[in-house]
């Protein structure tokens, strides 16, 4: 979602939109740019979008947060204040009669070594531990800085060509898992990731989906499941 106040007011408007329709809402991590809780404080921002959260729970919507790594230090404020399910891994699910999988993705497949030390780095308890002892004033920025850094660094056109090679091998990763885990589960039909900022629709098997979700930076992209159909959709408002 990012912390800009336009991106969290379009957010709440779609949730505005969805709320009279939606018996559950799936969210695919990497809602927030960066998120720490400390014992007894929260950081500062996203209230709107927290408030929508909390008003979408207390009228009954069951509302789901499948973390990402950029969110992934969610600890016990959202699921007890705002009444939201959160999930750290693969959750496989029957939505309406259908059964799907979904995960962020970071986590499914990656030929870094470099990714994969800094997920483990940043999940163990005691890094966790480590890192909540230095005072936000010194962690708060540094955070929003890497992620910056990071997405502008995908812009430089010198290193486009190894991002469209990085991606192409992130996509293949995710659909050998997908295609490994119908394997032994044929009855799943759709799969379902976030993470790549592409949107991406393909079959997988005899009879499943494959779906990137894209992302609210610029696509403003999201699914429907009616009990039937598996429709993508941009929003426009």
Known sequence: ????????????????????????????????????????????????FFG????????????????????????????????????????????????????????????????????????????????????PRWTVPFAYSWSNHSRESGKDIRIVERENQRMARNVAGLRSFCERYLVANPECRYFLFGHLHRLIRERVGESGEMIVLGDWLTLFSYAEYDGEEMRLHRYEG
Not at 17 to 42: F, Q, T
Not at 88 to 96: K, N, W
Not at 119 to 133: D, I, P, T, V, Y
Request: hydrophobic share 40%; glycine share 8%; with cysteine.
């Open 52 to 135: 929508k959260l909390a008003e979408l729970t207390d009228s009954g919507i069951k509302v789901t947060w499948i973390i990402g790594n950029h969110d992934i230090w969610i600890f016990d404020y959202i699921p007890t204040e705002l009444g939201v399910e959160v999930v750290d891994g693969v959750l496989d699910r029957e939505v309406l009669g259908c059964r799907m999988v979904m995960a962020h993705g970071d986590g499914i497949w990656s030929d870094s070594r470099k990714f994969r030390i800094l997920r483990h780095l940043f999940r163990n308890r005691f890094c966790q531990r480590l890192f909540s002892a230095v005072h």
């Open 1 to 48: 979602m990012g912390s800009s106040r336009d991106a969290e007011r379009r957010v709440c408007a779609f949730l505005d939109s969805i709320r009279d329709d939606a018996a559950e809402i799936y969210l695919l991590g990497d809602v927030l740019d960066y998120w720490y809780e400390y014992r007894y404080v929260v950081p500062r921002g996203y209230a709107r």
